[in-house]
């Protein structure tokens, strides 16, 4: 493991959420894995210090540094891990319209974890500098899809994908791990 600070697992704050099918988003319906919230997971994060935190956990590995795009998008061959690396944002998960959605605050030193299938978007920066690192499990690639009706073929495949074997972030013990 790195040398990067985290909070202790026995002091870790983790949300769950279970997001119902809304119309061509599958959120958590095809594998029942949960939304997760690691609550303040990293200390005083940055960028590359977590980039390098994740490649010896060697579960994930990070693809890209970037905000949320405004759009309800949700990915079909992989699981994503997003590690929050400045600033806070309201983000909204399950679709907008999704009466069973899910609107939180994230904020620097958060990780969330979105299963596969799940509907995401940022709603709104709550100050400036908002970044995160994306990342994905070792040899997957992410795609994009938008909650179409052209993409059920895509939908059907998430049931394949297997789930963390490892906690992308406390490697073998982890909430990640339990459901």
Same mark, same amino acid.
């Given at each position: 493991?790195?040398?990067?600070?985290? *909070?202790?697992l026995?002091?870790?704050?983790?949300s769950?959420?279970? $997001?119902?099918? #809304?119309?061509?988003f599958?959120? *958590?319906?095809?594998?029942h894995?949960?939304?997760?919230?690691?609550?303040?997971? #990293?200390?005083?994060?940055?960028?590359?210090?977590i980039? %390098?935190?994740?490649?010896?956990?060697?579960?994930?590995?990070?693809?890209?540094?970037y /905000?949320m795009? %405004?759009?309800?998008h949700?990915?079909? /061959?992989?699981?994503?891990?997003?590690?929050?690396t %400045?600033?806070?944002?309201?983000?909204?998960?399950?679709?907008?319209?999704?009466?069973?959605?899910?609107? /939180?605050?994230?904020?620097?030193? &958060?990780? $969330?974890?979105?299963?596969?299938g799940?509907?995401?978007?940022l709603?709104?920066?709550?100050?400036?500098?908002?970044l995160?690192?994306?990342?994905?499990?070792v040899?997957?690639?992410?795609?994009?899809?938008?909650?179409?009706?052209?993409?059920e073929?895509?939908?059907?495949?998430?049931?394949?994908?297997?789930? #963390?074997e490892?906690?992308? $972030?406390?490697g &073998?013990?982890?909430?990640?791990?339990? &459901?």
């Amino acid at each position: 493991m790195s040398s990067l600070s985290l *909070t202790p697992l026995a002091s870790l704050r983790v949300s769950q959420y279970q $997001i119902p099918k #809304f119309n061509f988003f599958p959120n *958590t319906s095809i594998q029942h894995r949960p939304l997760l919230i690691y609550h303040g997971c #990293f200390r005083n994060p940055s960028a590359s210090a977590i980039e %390098s935190h994740l490649q010896s956990t060697g579960v994930v590995e990070p693809h890209w540094r970037y /905000t949320m795009y %405004s759009t309800s998008h949700f990915h079909s /061959t992989a699981h994503e891990v997003l590690c929050i690396t %400045s600033g806070r944002a309201r983000l909204c998960f399950g679709g907008e319209e999704n009466t069973r959605r899910v609107e /939180t605050v994230v904020e620097k030193g &958060d990780v $969330i974890i979105v299963p596969a299938g799940v509907a995401h978007r940022l709603l709104e920066y709550l100050d400036d500098g908002f970044l995160m690192v994306g990342s994905y499990p070792v040899g997957k690639t992410w795609d994009m899809c938008y909650g179409k009706a052209d993409e059920e073929a895509k939908v059907a495949k998430i049931a394949d994908l297997r789930w #963390f074997e490892r906690d992308p $972030i406390y490697g &073998d013990n982890g909430p990640a791990l339990h &459901d």
